[in-house]
């Protein structure tokens, strides 16, 4: 997952005018608003509480704004990212706000949660485990508790793998709305058993876990030696979705929700 940096020019400059809200002593007052941006967000927090685009008419009836001011407001927020379009012309979520989504999950205090559970996996199947995020076209291991096994298979922290190949990377795809051939598994089991994708030598199981609100946070992997682990699969996929469901309860997700994708709110 890229690391974006966010300007404080991308909110404040939408639609802003150069006149400083002002104290009695002329100084700024900080403890009053910005009606602009306060305006661009309510266009925001509008198009974020429906599962569809809204048309023009559809915004100026949910938010109280006349249709002239919300096309001022969209042209800026078309322009950052925070805004779309659908095929048909109505407003939708831009892809900005994913991965701003993106940054905000990889600063959560994730590893106090994530860190424990994956030892108890190790401890409990003897195999390795680590946890995949997105990271641009690739995913990355965030985290990694290696196997006391001397044959086990080889990740290191910070690694990259390609998003599609293993169960992890099949989690992370399906979540990010890309193509995999374990679409209706992962919908309907919330886990998936890979052997031999990512490296013909290792088998590996995944579950995702999910934040608040039902975002994607990333997929908790336990993996190994393919002709050790295999015929262990199905209690693997049983372990791995309950270390994965009680991750996301710590972080104050719901296990078994359907996490949010990016073509979620599309035409």
């Not at 690391?3 to 009695?24: K, V």
Request: negative net charge.
């Amino acid at each position: 997952m890229p690391e974006f940096e966010i300007r404080s020019d991308q909110l404040i400059g939408i639609a802003m005018s150069n006149d400083s809200l002002l104290r009695a002593d002329g100084r700024p007052d900080d403890r009053m608003g910005v009606d602009a941006v306060e305006r661009a967000l309510s266009l925001l927090d509008a198009l974020g509480a429906v599962e569809t685009p809204l048309s023009l008419k559809e915004l100026a009836l949910k938010t109280g704004l006349s249709k002239a001011t919300i096309l001022r407001l969209t042209v800026s927020l078309e322009r950052f990212g925070y805004v779309g379009r659908s095929l048909a012309g109505a407003y939708q979520l831009g892809p900005t706000l994913w991965r701003l989504g993106s940054v905000f999950r990889q600063n959560l205090e994730l590893e106090p949660v994530i860190r424990p559970a994956m030892q108890a996996l190790v401890s409990l199947t003897q195999e390795s485990a680590s946890f995949w995020i997105p990271r641009g076209e690739e995913r990355m291991c965030l985290f990694r508790q290696n196997s006391p096994r001397s044959a086990r298979s080889h990740v290191e922290e910070g690694e990259s793998s390609p998003i599609g190949k293993g169960s992890g990377g099949h989690i992370v795809a399906y979540y990010l709305g890309m193509p995999t051939r374990f679409s209706e598994e992962i919908c309907s089991e919330g886990v998936v058993a890979t052997l031999g994708d990512r490296d013909p030598d290792v088998a590996s199981v995944s579950a995702p876990v999910l934040g608040p609100n039902r975002e994607f946070v990333g997929a908790l992997t336990l993996a190994g030696i393919l002709n050790r682990f295999e015929a262990h699969v199905p209690e693997y996929k049983v372990i791995v979705k309950q270390a994965a469901a009680s991750i996301t309860r710590q972080l104050g997700g719901e296990p078994g929700s359907a996490a949010i994708r990016p073509g979620d709110r599309t035409e």
